[in-house]
């Protein structure tokens, strides 16, 4: 069975820094895109950063831009989001979520968030305050 598990989240300062990992289990993660994605108390789900089976091209929100990296190690069958300089807006549940095929990272981090294609875990939570 497909799975993934996000691990990494915990209480920050803000200007500090997390690294999460989403772990797969039950397939390899060669074949599929990942995506962060996170949510609020309160709001919708949100696209953080995607990464592609392939070529590696990734998205990244403009919230996050120059700040989160999103890498894959695919030895390890693990995909990581490292965040830096983390704000307290950026307090949310993460989730990392894989499918199989898309179209672009972009699509799969913004148009495509409600699919019934992706594979979601069950989240870490990430809290920035002093």
């Known amino acids: 069975q497909l799975q993934v598990v996000e691990s990494g989240g915990g209480l920050v300062q803000p200007g500090g820094s997390l690294r999460l990992s989403c772990a797969a289990s039950?397939?390899?993660?060669?074949?599929?895109?990942i995506g962060w994605f996170r949510q609020a108390p309160g709001k919708e789900r949100e696209g953080v950063s995607c990464?592609?089976?392939?070529?590696?091209?990734?998205y990244y929100a403009d919230s996050v831009k120059g700040r989160f990296t999103i890498s894959r190690d695919n030895a390890k069958n693990t995909v990581y989001l490292q965040m830096n300089n983390l704000k307290p807006e950026d307090t949310a549940v993460y989730y990392c979520?894989?499918?199989?095929?898309?179209?672009?990272?972009?699509?799969?981090?913004?148009?495509?968030?409600?699919?019934?294609?992706?594979?979601w875990g069950q989240g870490t939570q990430v809290t920035v305050s002093s």
């Open positions: 039950g397939f390899t993660l060669d074949y599929y895109a």
């Open positions: 990464i592609s089976r392939s070529d590696g091209s990734t």
């Open positions: 979520a894989a499918r199989e095929r898309i179209t672009t990272v972009q699509a799969m981090c913004v148009m495509n968030i409600r699919s019934r294609l992706l594979n």
